[in-house]
């Protein structure tokens, strides 16, 4: 961590924030090109890809915890991840993407899904939690306060009721929070509320159609 400055500090490749997981099955799809998606999801077992123009997000938390899932063969797995959550999150020009390896007779398979780009309004999510393994992003924090305990952190919506975590860890907290230029990969998200404008999804074989 380059900083501990109070108010508008500005942190480059902070692994911080991230967007909403791939959550890609076709029921969700239909449901979010129709509007809101007005109950909560969560999606294991595989990391993925996300990229967006830009987040502006408003009561930000951030906490350690273990992600708990199983591979694509059923073995039990599990992930350290930094658990991300806001009250409410904008995000412009999303990109999600998750590969699917060894595929019989196909190899892998790239399920891609954007939104919130260009003609379309902003991908909206109401209390978003995501599990992050890895962010680069140029970022501003306002308000913030780090190094408080996680049970601690009130500007968020709290800790997610079932994570595996220490609730007197590490934590911090920022009423807004903005990233530009954003490239995260992560492996599961919950959200109460989420909201995607211009959703196009598609499949592709190989790997290049992945986000970045």
Known sequence: MESQVRGGTRWKRFAVVM??????TAAI???????????????????????ADQLVGYGF????AIDSGYTLDGKKTAHPVAV???????????????????IPLIGSVTLRLEAGGAGHDAVTAHNIYIDVADLKADATFEDIDIG???????????????DTANPYGFAQQA????LTDV??????????????SGLHMSLSTGTSAECY
């Open 19 to 24: 967007v909403p997981s791939v959550a890609a």
């Open 148 to 162: 408080v305990a996680a049970k601690d952190a009130a500007k968020g919506p709290g800790i997610k009721s079932g």
């Open 29 to 51: 799809g239909v449901a979010l090109a129709q509007g809101a998606l007005a109950a909560s999801f969560s999606v294991s077992g595989q990391s993925f890809k996300v990229s």
């Open 84 to 102: 991300s959550a806001f009250n409410d999150a904008s995000i412009t020009n999303m990109c999600q993407s998750v590969v699917t390896p060894d």
């Open 175 to 178: 009423t807004k929070a903005t």
């Open 183 to 196: 490239k995260q990969t992560a492996w599961a998200t919950t959200a109460g509320t989420f909201k995607l």
């Open 61 to 64: 938390e951030q906490y350690g």
